[in-house]
């Protein structure tokens, strides 16, 4: 069969900071091809609707297979499933993808027929069967594990057997240049684990996965990283190198073959802390910038993401990754609670310290605990808000003026480490950038004030929508199954065998509030 991958349009970041390319759907697409199957995979991130319809038209694909991740997405993708079906009746249509997984019913029910079939969790393990089951027998999709069709569903979605299969089809994207994280341009993406054990109340990594992790063996991490072009690479992992032995064999092998890169990774800051061994390792082999989620700058902001890490430890793995010469980017989540005044105190805690700073917006995610635990009523059901850059809980400040005191936040913390005044800093970066071709980096440094405009964030509020999601029940729990929450199962220790005992005693004590390293 004639199958095409499509990933929906950017989200607002992606207009600036970074554009990463579609790793997740790159596997699906290399094991629909490995099944025999002839494959075509488009990007919207880099390429237009026009170029989506003209593919559709010349290609005639017998199977569309849309990726959504991001639940601000969901409204796109139902409508170009709703075009492609118009255009091929006898098409089969399906979705798979983190958000989608989270959201099945409801994608099926605007999808009004469009759409065909919900893959929930890991489609690449089960693809070979699913695309079988649609050749020969589509009353057979409910069989597979994961499949939800408005017929029925399958059982419980399946895991890879080995990450060691996961083979991404980078030769199918046409545009790989696109691809940057910050002055890492191009950059390619690659994984080396899968999955995250710890818990924070705001994130859905955890649900999705069933606090599994899963980590590639030593050698394909290798040979993964040996077969990439380009010269910067970002760890998608969830958490880099939880498991220290593992992450400090594949720098010694990558380091044997004299491959040279320079790294973007995200970690926590207790991991960093552990594990000094490996990421002094790296740094010293291309590890040049990493990612921290913060989160809070103050214990109870910590206890309420249920981040397991106290404010001096955080602090502290700070200023081991300066020592490193690592530049450190964290995150913080603005409550819509905040007050001028709260703004007003972290715009002059993050200009007082060297490390880039972002700054999103908590968000009720369904598939996170707080998407059953918060009792603030939402104010919108728009799943275009849903960005963490839109307020969709109730703000303390009138909403015009809580998207006016973020966005000064943004432009005063993105104006010291990323525009104009920093490009001194960054000059040699950019003219070597710009030498070999690319441009991205240089583009998003005008790109910010077009981008992040307190008077367009206000009027996204405006637009009619024609999907709704559903909202969480009405009755709030203070306390949530897990098990409620999981899209796979969980398999306790046995979904963690890529730590070692050590490792899971770490991540344990971490979660019970007595690890100390």
């Not at 390429?47 to 991001?70: G, I, K, M, T, W």
């Not at 044997?256 to 973007?264: A, L, T, V």
């Not at 070597?432 to 240089?442: A, D, E, I, P």
Request: net charge neutral.
């Amino acid at each position: 069969m004639k199958v095409l991958a499509i990933h929906p349009s950017g989200l607002m970041f992606t207009k600036v900071f970074l554009r990463l390319e579609p790793l997740g759907l790159e596997i699906v697409a290399g094991k629909a091809r490995e099944a025999g199957h002839e494959v075509r995979l488009i990007d919207l991130q880099v390429e237009s609707h026009a170029d989506f319809h003209r593919l559709v038209r010349s290609f005639q694909p017998d199977v569309l297979a849309f990726s959504c991740n991001y639940l601000a997405n969901v409204p796109e993708v139902i409508d170009l499933a709703k075009a492609a079906k118009a255009a091929l009746p006898r098409s089969y249509v399906f979705v798979g993808g983190h958000s989608a997984s989270f959201t099945a019913q409801e994608f099926l029910e605007h999808g009004e027929g469009a759409i065909d079939c919900v893959l929930r969790g890991e489609g690449e393990a089960v693809l070979p069967a699913f695309l079988e089951a649609v050749a020969s027998d589509r009353e057979a999709v409910t069989s597979v594990p994961g499949a939800v069709t408005l017929d029925g569903e399958g059982p419980p979605p399946r895991f890879v057997t080995s990450l060691d299969e996961s083979r991404p089809a980078r030769d199918l994207l046409r545009h790989r240049r696109k691809y940057f994280i910050g002055v890492l341009d191009p950059c390619a993406s690659v994984e080396f684990a899968r999955g995250c054990p710890w818990d924070c109340t705001f994130c859905s990594a955890w649900t999705f996965y069933g606090r599994s992790y899963r980590a590639m063996s030593v050698e394909r991490a290798v040979e993964e990283v040996a077969g990439i072009r380009e010269p910067g690479i970002f760890l998608v992992d969830d958490v880099a190198f939880v498991h220290e032995a593992h992450g400090l064999a594949i720098g010694e092998g990558l380091a044997r073959r004299g491959i040279k890169k320079e790294y973007y990774l995200e970690t926590r800051g207790d991991v960093l802390l552990r594990n000094r061994d490996v990421f002094r390792f790296w740094s010293r082999n291309g590890l040049k910038y990493m990612f921290i989620g913060l989160e809070a700058v103050d214990e109870e902001g910590l206890k309420k993401f249920r981040k397991r890490i106290a404010m001096d430890r955080n602090f502290e793995a700070l200023e081991f990754a300066r020592s490193l010469g690592i530049m450190v980017a964290i995150n913080l989540i603005a409550d819509p609670d905040w007050d001028r005044e709260r703004f007003a105190t972290i715009r002059q805690w993050c200009l007082e310290i060297p490390e880039i700073v972002n700054i999103s917006v908590n968000t009720p995610y369904p598939g996170t605990e707080i998407w059953r635990t918060e009792t603030r009523p939402l104010q919108s059901l728009d799943y275009r808000l849903y960005d963490i850059q839109h307020a969709v809980l109730p703000t303390k400040l009138p909403l015009p003026e809580f998207y006016a005191e973020l966005v000064k936040t943004q432009r005063a913390l993105y104006r010291r480490h990323v525009g104009w005044r920093a490009l001194v800093t960054h000059a040699g970066i950019g003219m070597r950038n710009l030498m070999r071709g690319q441009t991205n980096y240089v583009r998003m440094l005008w790109n910010f004030d077009s981008v992040y405009d307190p008077r367009l964030q206000l009027a996204d509020h405006s637009r009619e929508a024609r999907y709704l999601m559903a909202p969480p029940p009405a009755q709030r729990a203070e306390k949530v199954d897990p098990r409620a929450l999981y899209v796979h199962p969980p398999q306790g220790r046995r979904g963690r065998a890529s730590l070692d005992e050590a490792g899971e005693r770490f991540v344990d004590n971490t979660r019970m509030g007595t690890a100390r390293t």
